[in-house]
């Protein structure tokens, strides 16, 4: 294998990165748009003005804090979910083959220069379109690599597919009938077999019913509107489902 040495490969990626910036912008002119909002969840990031929109998929590369002069990378950030770090995972790999401790540490002191080197490092191995540098609050910076245009009826209908949770924030929508919940047993019947975060067809959903409305379905031979009115479907987020299921058939 021929040896890498770091400074050049770092500086050679911040270079490629300067050229694909430049691109990114020129092709999206996303310094256009007011407002910007990425979740972790859907993977988006969207930014908007109005009603005009413009969705990427994008990963999360880590997060500079300007308080502790510290880099994280997103694969060490416990806040972060898989969907938006498992990239960096290929980062760290890559670092592990290269003997590159700084792409193998999790978090260490660094400084604002070097989070652009590793965002630069990421978007090179993973293949980013562009990058973009939200700030939040407390003075974190977030270093995101996009990878890919999401337009927008795709983006809506990615979105559609999540819900807000009081208890559980932004999770991936379920469906369950009106009788099941946090507090009573009351069967628990599944289209399919499911299980945590698994991976969802597009046209799959997460949908369950307790006994009665078994006992209903089976009489009618199949789900009719009177069935469906006597089961009144509401929707739930992907964790209270599974609570529920945890809660009526106690395995985990
Ligand atoms: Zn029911
Ligand atoms: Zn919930």
């Not at 999360?60 to 502790?68: C, N, R």
């Not at 479907?233 to 529920?244: A, D, G, L, N, S």
């Not at 945890?246 to 395995?251: K, Q, S």
Request: glycine share 4%; aromatic share 16%.
């Amino acid at each position: 294998m021929e040896t890498l040495d770091y400074n050049s490969f770092a500086e050679k990626c911040v270079d490629e990165l300067k050229v694909l910036q430049d691109k990114f912008q020129e092709d999206y002119d996303v310094n256009w748009y007011e407002n910007w909002f990425y979740n972790q969840a859907t993977g988006l990031l969207t930014f908007s003005t109005g009603d005009q929109e413009l969705n990427f998929k994008y990963f999360d590369v880590g997060s500079f804090s300007e308080k502790s002069n510290t880099w994280k990378w997103s694969w060490d950030n416990d806040q972060t979910l898989d969907k938006v770090k498992d990239a960096t995972k290929l980062v760290r790999e890559f670092g592990q083959r290269h003997n590159f401790p700084k792409l193998t540490n999790g978090y260490f002191v660094s400084d604002q220069f070097e989070a652009w080197e590793f965002t630069a490092i990421a978007a090179k191995l993973v293949s980013g379109i562009g990058v973009y540098r939200p700030v939040d609050e407390e003075q974190l910076q977030i270093f995101l690599v996009v990878t890919e245009f999401v337009d927008n009826e795709t983006a809506r209908s990615i979105k559609n597919r999540y819900v807000q949770c009081n208890a559980h924030e932004y999770r991936r929508i379920a469906f369950v009938c009106k009788h099941l919940n946090h507090q009573t047993k009351v069967g628990f019947e599944e289209a399919f077999e499911t299980y945590e975060n698994m991976e969802l067809e597009e046209d799959d959903d997460l949908q369950a019913w307790c006994d009665e409305c078994e006992a209903v379905r089976q009489k009618e031979g199949e789900w009719k509107d009177s069935s469906m009115a006597f089961a009144g479907i509401k929707i739930v987020c992907e964790q209270c489902y599974f609570e529920m299921k945890e809660l009526n058939l106690g395995h985990r």
